[in-house]
């Protein structure tokens, strides 16, 4: 009806529960499951109602979870964005119904306009810095001037962030060392499956070409662990014969170095649950918060591994 004066109410009623939407990437890694439980424990933990949607690594599958969390009218809408482009409309149709985005892990870039004006936060690695330790730890590690060094690689999933920024970070250290060359390099979509079955053809084509594969450079754990057994499968000694470095630090990644057949792991950390809970809190009390929000992380080489795993946390 009409003639009453409209509530006009900016705060939550302090009875009523702070309603997160969280769309998720899918399960395609130990990091990524990881990433969901902590942010489902976390929400527990905080009292917030955390609706939680699986997009199984399809990006029109989080433009429904994010138009749905619109039409729900959530407090607070978080996501982990797939790849980083193609989220103007549903974006611009978030902040027309001005419900606040946060983004998690990965970052976005917008065709038109500033991505920055479409999210109230970004909290997560920075990725090209991920991507230059992997290459700094490799060229201390194998302390070649100037016999050549051949790399295969294994990206992420095609034109997400990570697979990018990883990719740039790792060639700007390159670039400073003429010897060291990128022989391969293609996607293994962050899975164990993918990450085998384009390592195979790595060591065939190699083969083929009369090519020796010197390193292995993975953008995550999940796909080294896929090629180790690969390089198994053809018969050489992961870790020695190849030398592997990939990025995560998840536990299986401690195992396979404690085994001898990983010999490094850049971490990223998963865990941004407790962040991700603050913040929505924060914003829904009003705060401004900072734009950028960087996770800390360290470098795991395979002779700290044993003493490392008892005190990882994913
Ligand atoms: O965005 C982070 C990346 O996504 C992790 O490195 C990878 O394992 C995950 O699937």
Redesign the pocket.
Known sequence: GCGGAKQETTTKPADKKIVLGFSQIGA??E??TANTESIKASAQAAGIELKFSDAQQKQENQIKALRSFIQQKVDVIAFSPVVETGWDAVLQEAKAAKIPVILT??SIKMSSGNAEDYYVTFMGSDFVEEGRRAGKWLVDFMKKDNEVVNIVELQ?TVGSA?AIDRKAGFEEILKQHANYKVIKSQTGD?TRAKGKEVMESFLKSAKADGEKIDVLYA??D?MAIGAIQAIEEAGLKPGKDIIIVS??GVKGAFEAMIAGKLNATIE?SPLLGDQLMTATKDLVAGKTLDKRIVTKEGVFPAEVASKELPNRKY
């Open positions: 395609e890694s990091w990524r892990d990965r992420g990570p962050f953008h995550n999940d990025i995560d990223c």
